[in-house]
């Protein structure tokens, strides 16, 4: 009978949660005002949805005073029918007929051509809130494409799931300008996508410090303390890996030490991003020296599996399943560094760095810079690049709060 009055006292409760309105549901109360007798280009996936999970695309398609002439694909797609990292070819819709161009494939920038006759872009994808999430960096490449073309972008805002106030990590460095990072900002920059813009065009972030004509439709009821599930919101899977709002946090966790493609992280399992196995490790042995370490708003738990595709397919891997207990307490850049640290200590012959020199060049380009694994290599102590990590943090805190939309 308790657990019975329990259960129904939590749904009570989810039933009553705030649902945010997204810039999409913002945009269609107020009829598409800013778009009206314009010829409109939508840059989207699947995330891009309405609060009852309408696609954009249709929403805009099948709007009357909207007319909708372009769609433009970032990775994975506009439906998501396109797996990571494959390029995306130029088609036209099945459902709305309209040509779609993409922007993971040959071009990342939209070229002039595919804006031409076009008098707004329209973005509108959900982040993750990690700076080597591509959606971004295909986000401030429209702006920079739309104001060479002298067009104006309409970035409809979404949450960041990882809350508006969680910023780590170091800027990026000259040298390291890249996809996976593409602006000067923290690897975990705290700000939704409607923020970024307005902070890239403002601040100069742009190439050649270019502006657009740039308009953020804001999202209402969001604030910045609040995560995902509060939102009252349903998570449509901004990737095939990201398949829950909770696996935002868990990709900044182990994401960096994934490029080196020496161990896994989950990815290719059932779990992606939540977990750290090698051939070599001794599940309780690690699991028990990484809570030694203390870290705040999270344990764990010694594990052993299979991967079903991607890195050590079908090999039996041991190592940790990271438990998140506290999302607002848990730093989550440190968590993959301190493994690193543990690792040494525990299984020194086997050398993370040397063994994966081949993807140095990427996982540096992740970090923005190659000072995290130079300082890591030497002894493989966190304490080395602790306060190279954080060092950016508290500037970058204050630059940004002048772009807040939300409270």
């Not at 309780?284 to 705040?296: F, I, T």
């Not at 079903?308 to 998140?324: P, R, S």
Request: glycine share 8%; charged share 25%; net charge negative.
């Amino acid at each position: 009978m308790k657990k019975t009055v329990i259960l129904l006292l939590l749904i009570s409760v989810i039933s009553w949660a705030q649902v945010v309105k997204t810039g999409i549901d913002v945009l269609k109360k107020n009829n598409f005002d800013i778009l009206k007798g314009k010829k409109v280009g939508l840059v989207t996936n699947p995330t891009g949805v309405d609060q009852n999970l309408k696609s954009t695309v249709d929403i805009l398609g099948e709007a009357d005073n909207v007319e909708l002439v372009a769609l433009f694909g970032p990775e994975h797609g506009v439906r998501g029918d396109i797996a990571a990292g494959e390029k995306v070819s130029d088609y036209n819709d099945d459902k709305t007929g309209v040509p779609v161009y993409s922007l993971y494939g040959k071009y990342r920038k939209p070229p002039a051509e595919f804006l031409k006759g076009l008098d707004v872009l329209v973005y509108d994808i959900q982040d993750n809130g990690a700076r080597s999430y591509t959606f971004i960096s295909t986000m401030g490449l429209i702006m920079e494409a739309a104001a060479e073309a002298g067009i104006e972008v309409v970035v409809l805002d979404r949450p960041n799931p990882l809350g508006g106030k969680r910023i780590e990590g170091n800027l990026v460095e000259e040298g390291f300008i890249s996809f996976v990072s593409q602006f000067n900002i923290p690897y975990i920059y705290g700000l939704t996508c409607g923020e970024l813009a307005n902070l890239l065009n403002e601040e100069g972030y742009l190439k050649d410090k270019q502006k657009c004509k740039l308009t953020v439709v804001p999202m209402e009821g969001w604030n910045r303390d609040m995560l995902y599930p509060e939102t009252g919101l349903q998570w449509v899977p901004s990737s095939p890996h990201i398949p829950h709002s909770w696996s935002t946090f868990y990709y900044s966790t182990t994401g960096i030490i994934g490029e080196l493609y020496n161990l896994s992280i989950g990815v290719g399992y059932t779990i992606p991003f939540e977990t750290i196995a090698t051939e070599w490790a001794e599940p309780g042995e690690l699991a028990d020296e990484m809570n030694k370490l203390n870290l705040p708003g999270v344990i764990f738990r010694p594990l052993t599996y299979k991967p079903f595709y991607a890195f050590a397919k079908g090999e039996f891997l041991k190592g940790i399943q990271i438990h998140i207990t506290d999302f607002r307490k848990v730093e989550l850049l440190p968590i993959q560094f301190h493994f690193l640290e543990v690792n040494h200590k525990l299984y020194p012959d086997h050398d993370i760095f040397k063994d994966s020199q081949s993807r140095h060049r990427m996982f540096d380009l992740v970090n923005g810079t190659d000072q995290i694994r130079k300082m890591l290599s030497n002894n493989y102590k966190y304490e080395d690049i602790e306060e190279y990590l954080h060092k950016d943090i508290e500037s970058f805190r204050k630059l940004s709060e002048k772009y807040y939309l939300y409270k």
